[in-house]
């Protein structure tokens, strides 16, 4: 499975921006796939998260603006984020685990998200 993020940049505090996580390889292994923050002097935290039914799981700072969702007819995972605030700045990165036995981890590249205020 590969990953590729898009769609990070510098957004105002209060807009919106939105991250997209276009995945490949041996898709239907996939079991679910996430979106994780690293902020400066962070460890990472994990955002957000979508199972292959479409099950969707939220940290509780980004719960009601941060929407996960897939389009599986391009393969893809999106992250709206709408209303960020200057704390959401971080580097994104998305994340899937899949297998048809034992479950391995994959990651793309990070996507840097900047929120001005």
């Known amino acids: 499975v590969q990953l590729q993020a898009s769609g990070g940049g510098l957004v105002q505090a209060g807009g919106s921006l939105r991250l997209s996580c276009e995945y490949s390889?041996?898709?239907?292994?996939?079991?679910?796939i996430f979106w994780y923050q690293r902020a400066p002097g962070k460890q990472r935290e994990l955002v957000a998260s979508i199972g292959s039914g479409g099950s969707t799981n939220y940290a509780d700072s980004v719960k009601g603006r941060f929407p996960i969702s897939r389009d599986n007819a391009k393969n893809t995972v999106y992250l709206q984020m709408n209303n960020p605030k200057a704390e959401d700045t971080a580097v994104y990165y998305c994340?899937?685990?899949?297998?048809?036995?034992?479950?391995?981890?994959?990651w793309g590249q990070g996507t840097q998200v900047t929120v001005s205020s």
């Open positions: 390889g041996d898709t239907p292994s996939i079991k679910a």
């Open positions: 994340n899937a685990r899949a297998g048809w036995g034992r479950t391995s981890e994959y």
